[in-house]
């Protein structure tokens, strides 16, 4: 049988097996070698990466097979919904939940429509809507709510110099009679004795609208999804809600429609098999991969901080190695060099290979003395007082960015550890799950999956041609940060004059938060056309003059001169990085040169302890001298 990949000559599937568990790698190499360059020179299994990578496929399996569907599925319930219950009805893809009234006529018909759509959910809609029962078997009517600011009548309130305030929320049920609650108009044919004095229709709606500052309408049903991602019928429960605020400004009402949906349970009998299904056995499945990976990665954090204690002594030693076989090789040289200076007659072809013993027997023996030094730091620490020689360094910075990455990939598993417990819960829960479960589900998977993403790149770090970006980002992200600090201040300042200057007449600068997505739009070259005309007032000569200026000297500043700089501080970042690669890359074809020469001159004839002319013999022995390291 063929032995497997990394195993050496001879080795058989049992030998490699056994290496594999066996042959730890040393510090150093722990640090500065990739995990397939592990398994290849020590057999380690690369785990984090195997699990990083199963867990991204897994992931990704879902988002191509069933996250599809259900988008879709809830896009186009959100859009029904938008269709009958906002005024503008659908509009492209995209529904407007907001929209503006200037007359209470408008509003009036506009509750009186939505209730019809309402009443006519089960037969109209692309679906299977459908009313939802009250504890009675019928079906639960809308609910309308309101705080009334002003009793009385709205006239009379005026010139008053201490109006009665008083505020008192009032619940009404809408039903066929009175679909619009107090804001309708009277039918004089109908009855209105069993509906609550506050609820009754009046007369002057003007008024009633005038007097509260927001009604909130309340609509419940329920659908059914036949064909859902586990080949099992869902049932959801929605609830809409229509808010009209009168309280923003005067002159005009708000509206916004906002929506809430849960997911009712399935029956017990289902549970088994929609566990099985693999819409819920491979979340599973990709949870077991997160809690493994997750414990390798805290395993490795701990052997981070041990090693960062022990990693400046193992390079203090491995300097004092480098700088003895530069002694060695200096000494052997001047033994050969004076060898030579002798007649020929006395020169002793035996010193100089003594000498050349002596320096192989003093890096055998460094060689030997720094492999315990890396035993002994790996498996049992190094005392206090070398730890206080430590480099000025944390330790978490020694070994370049492992413990940066494997924070964050523990992070990730977090993420996806928690999204992959939601899912089953929602799988298989057989009662309601809550809205916010289900939305805390899509947000963590989501994080998830773009952590997991990121992390696979921290297995290129030992590829410096992949990990280019990678190196920028940590090298001028700091600065970067920190210039955006120093301007911040300015941004705030432009947001906030913004918003008190212009808020008044454009909805751009209504809010800071407004004016702050405003501003950023502008930085990106995007909006400065409709910014200009929005804040352009052409009622007064004053405020034309200064929304100009204001817009010019915002785009000079941050579009010219803080936006370049910015750049400019990610690119000296790159070039570093890039001069950094390319020595690295000269340093690797100089180290290779060096050993396909030191490769010929171990199977030179001195070597290979043959009689061979003297003249041979004193061509071939400079060849043996190691050539010192470039600093």
Same mark, same amino acid.
């Given at each position: 049988?063929?032995?497997?990949?990394? /195993?050496r000559?001879?080795?058989?599937?049992?030998?490699?097996?056994?290496?594999?568990v066996?042959?730890?790698?040393?510090?150093l190499?722990?640090?500065h070698?990739?995990?397939l360059?592990?398994?290849?020179? *020590?057999? =380690? @299994?690369p785990?984090?990466m195997?699990?990083?990578?199963?867990?991204?496929?897994?992931?990704?399996?879902?988002?191509?097979?069933w996250?599809p569907?259900?988008n879709?599925?809830?896009?186009n319930?959100?859009?029904?919904?938008?269709?009958?219950?906002?005024?503008t009805?659908?509009? $492209?893809?995209?529904?407007?939940?907001? *929209?503006?009234f200037?007359?209470?006529?408008?509003?009036?018909?506009?509750?009186?429509?939505?209730?019809?759509?309402?009443?006519?959910?089960?037969?109209?809609?692309?679906?299977?809507?459908?009313?939802?029962?009250?504890?009675?078997?019928?079906?639960?009517?809308?609910?309308?709510?309101?705080?009334?600011?002003?009793?009385?009548?709205?006239?009379?309130e005026?010139?008053?110099l201490?109006?009665?305030? =008083?505020?008192?929320?009032?619940?009404?049920?809408?039903t066929?009679?009175n679909?619009?609650?107090?804001?309708?108009?009277?039918d004089?044919?109908?009855? *209105?004795t069993?509906?609550?004095?506050?609820?009754?229709p009046?007369?002057?709606?003007?008024?009633?609208?005038?007097?509260?500052?927001?009604?909130?309408?309340?609509?419940?049903?329920?659908?059914? =999804?036949?064909?859902?991602?586990?080949e099992?019928?869902?049932?959801?429960?929605?609830?809409?809600?229509?808010?009209?605020?009168?309280?923003?400004?005067?002159?005009?009402?708000?509206?916004?429609?906002?929506?809430?949906?849960?997911?009712?349970?399935?029956?017990?009998?289902q549970?088994?098999?929609?566990?099985?299904?693999?819409?819920?056995?491979?979340?599973?499945?990709?949870l077991?991969?997160?809690?493994?990976?997750?414990?390798?990665?805290?395993?490795?954090?701990?052997?981070?901080?041990?090693?960062?204690?022990?990693?400046?002594v193992?390079? $203090?030693?491995?300097?004092?190695?480098?700088?003895?076989?530069?002694?060695?090789a200096?000494a052997?040289?001047?033994?050969?060099?004076?060898?030579?200076? =002798?007649?020929?007659?006395?020169?002793s072809? @035996?010193?100089?290979?003594?000498?050349?013993a002596?320096?192989?027997?003093?890096?055998?023996t460094?060689?030997?003395?720094?492999?315990?030094?890396?035993?002994?730091?790996?498996?049992?620490?190094?005392?206090?007082?070398?730890?206080?020689?430590?480099?000025?360094?944390?330790?978490?910075?020694?070994?370049d960015?492992?413990?940066?990455?494997?924070?964050?990939?523990?992070v990730?598993?977090?993420?996806?550890?928690?999204?992959?417990?939601l899912?089953?819960w929602?799988?298989?829960?057989?009662s309601?799950?809550?809205?916010?479960?289900?939305?805390?589900?899509?947000?963590?998977?989501?994080?998830?999956?773009? @952590?997991?993403?990121v992390?696979? @790149?921290?297995?290129l770090?030992?590829?410096?041609?992949?990990?280019?970006?990678?190196?920028?980002?940590?090298?001028?992200?700091?600065k970067?940060?920190?210039?955006i600090?120093?301007?911040?201040?300015?941004?705030?300042?432009?947001?906030?004059?913004g918003?008190?200057?212009?808020?008044?007449?454009?909805?751009?600068?209504?809010t800071?938060?407004?004016?702050?997505?405003?501003?950023?739009c502008?930085?990106?070259?995007?909006?400065?056309d409709?910014?200009?005309?929005?804040?352009?007032?052409?009622?007064?000569?004053?405020?034309?003059?200064?929304?100009?200026?204001y817009?010019?000297?915002?785009i /000079?500043?941050?579009?010219?001169?803080?936006?370049?700089?910015?750049?400019?501080?990610?690119?000296?970042? *790159?070039?570093q990085?890039?001069?950094?690669?390319?020595? $690295?890359?000269?340093?690797?074809?100089s180290?290779?040169?060096?050993?396909?020469?030191?490769?010929?001159?171990?199977n030179?004839?001195t070597?290979?302890?043959?009689t061979?002319?003297?003249?041979?013999?004193?061509?071939?022995?400079?060849?043996q001298?190691?050539r010192?390291e470039?600093?």
């Open positions: 049988m063929a032995a497997p990949a990394g /195993a000559e001879g080795d058989s599937w049992m030998g490699f097996c056994r290496r594999i066996q042959r730890p790698a040393i510090p190499d722990d640090v070698t990739g995990p360059d592990k398994f290849y020179n *020590y057999g =380690r @299994l785990m984090k195997t699990l990083n990578l199963l867990i991204v496929v897994l992931l990704m399996v879902e988002l191509l097979v996250v569907t259900d879709k599925f809830y896009n319930s959100v859009l029904s919904l938008s269709y009958y219950f906002t005024p009805g659908q509009v $492209g893809v995209n529904p407007t939940l907001t *929209y503006t200037y007359d209470v006529n408008d509003i009036r018909d506009f509750m009186v429509r939505s209730h019809l759509h309402w009443w006519q959910l089960d037969q109209n809609p692309v679906g299977l809507f459908y009313h939802a029962e009250g504890e009675d078997g019928r079906a639960e009517y809308p609910t309308m709510s309101f705080s009334q600011k002003v009793e009385g009548t709205y006239s009379g005026i010139g008053k201490t109006p009665d305030v =008083r505020a008192k929320t009032i619940t009404c049920t809408l066929r009679d679909p619009a609650g107090p804001f309708g108009i009277p004089p044919e109908r009855d *209105y069993h509906i609550p004095p506050e609820c009754v009046q007369r002057a709606a003007e008024n009633e609208f005038g007097k509260v500052s927001a009604i909130d309408i309340t609509y419940n049903f329920n659908s059914v =999804r036949v064909q859902g991602p586990a099992t019928t869902i049932a959801y429960e929605w609830e809409i809600k229509q808010e009209f605020l009168m309280s923003s400004h005067n002159g005009a009402v708000e509206f916004s429609l906002s929506y809430e949906m849960a997911k009712l349970g399935i029956p017990e009998s549970v088994g098999d929609t566990f099985w299904h693999p819409y819920c056995f491979l979340g599973l499945v990709c077991l991969c997160a809690v493994w990976d997750l414990c390798l990665r805290i395993k490795a954090i701990h052997k981070e901080k041990r090693m960062g204690a022990t990693l400046p193992v390079r $203090g030693v491995l300097e004092e190695d480098k700088q003895n076989e530069a002694a060695a200096a052997a040289a001047v033994a050969a060099a004076a060898a030579d200076a =002798r007649p020929s007659g006395q020169r072809h @035996l010193a100089v290979q003594n000498s050349f002596g320096s192989r027997q003093s890096h055998t460094n060689t030997t003395n720094s492999s315990m030094v890396y035993d002994e730091a790996a498996e049992y620490g190094v005392a206090e007082d070398l730890r206080e020689t430590d480099s000025r360094e944390p330790w978490w910075t020694i070994s960015h492992r413990f940066q990455w494997l924070v964050v990939g523990s990730a598993d977090c993420f996806v550890i928690t999204s992959r417990a899912h089953l929602v799988c298989t829960a057989t309601s799950v809550p809205w916010a479960v289900l939305i805390t589900r899509s947000t963590f998977n989501g994080i998830g999956v773009l @952590l997991v993403w992390v696979v @790149l921290s297995h770090e030992n590829q410096p041609r992949f990990y280019l970006l990678i190196k920028t980002l940590f090298r001028g992200t700091p970067a940060f920190r210039f600090a120093g301007c911040f201040p300015i941004m705030v300042g432009y947001a906030t004059m918003t008190v200057v212009f808020g008044g007449y454009t909805d751009s600068f209504s800071l938060d407004g004016s702050f997505v405003t501003l950023f502008v930085m990106n070259g995007d909006m400065i409709d910014t200009f005309a929005a804040t352009f007032f052409e009622g007064s000569l004053y405020l034309m003059v200064f929304s100009r200026l817009i010019y000297s915002y /000079a500043l941050f579009i010219y001169a803080i936006l370049n700089i910015l750049l400019a501080i990610l690119e000296d970042a *790159y070039f990085v890039k001069r950094q690669l390319i020595e $690295g890359l000269r340093e690797e074809e180290v290779s040169s060096d050993s396909d020469d030191d490769a010929l001159a171990n030179s004839p070597n290979l302890n043959t061979v002319p003297m003249h041979t013999r004193q061509a071939t022995v400079p060849a001298v190691p010192q470039p600093k």
